[in-house]
């Protein structure tokens, strides 16, 4: 059995006429999601983009937060020094203290007693010194 024409030609409609109303739906379903795709990978892309520029601006803030660091370790290390310094005249002024003839001026009593009573007590010894030393104090 031969085939027609017309038999092929049906047959070519029939196959055309399947191709269209399968397969084509299929392949614009297959590009509707292709399309979906690439508007997401688009996204993506900004933002990975955006990512990137706010890493730069993190990196650059750390940049600037070691080169303040290291100014604050730099002052640090003087101002330990001056604290040193200090804790060594201090501890200098104490000893001098404990060297005092009379160190009724640095008891708990003396901190107690009114400010009147203080400066009497500070004229007293001050009048006590300046006869050792021999020095006469204006009046």
């Not at 031969?2 to 399968?22: N, R």
């Not at 708990?108 to 009048?127: S, T």
């Amino acid at each position: 059995m031969s085939l027609t024409s017309d038999d092929k030609q049906w047959i070519a409609t029939t196959i055309g006429d399947a191709i269209t109303e399968l397969v084509l739906p299929r392949f614009d379903e297959h590009d509707r999601r292709f399309d979906e795709h690439d508007k997401r990978f688009e996204a993506l892309e900004n933002d990975v983009s955006l990512m990137k520029r706010d890493l730069q601006e993190v990196k650059e803030d750390v940049r600037v937060l070691k080169d303040d660091m290291r100014s604050v370790k730099q002052r640090l290390d003087s101002l330990e020094g001056t604290v040193k310094a200090l804790e060594n005249d201090i501890k200098e002024i104490y000893r001098m203290i404990e060297g005092v003839d009379n160190p009724r001026f640095f008891t708990k009593q003396f901190a107690k007693l009114p400010d009147k009573e203080k400066i009497l007590v500070f004229n007293e010894e001050l009048l006590k010194l300046a006869k050792k030393v021999g020095v006469e104090l204006p009046r």
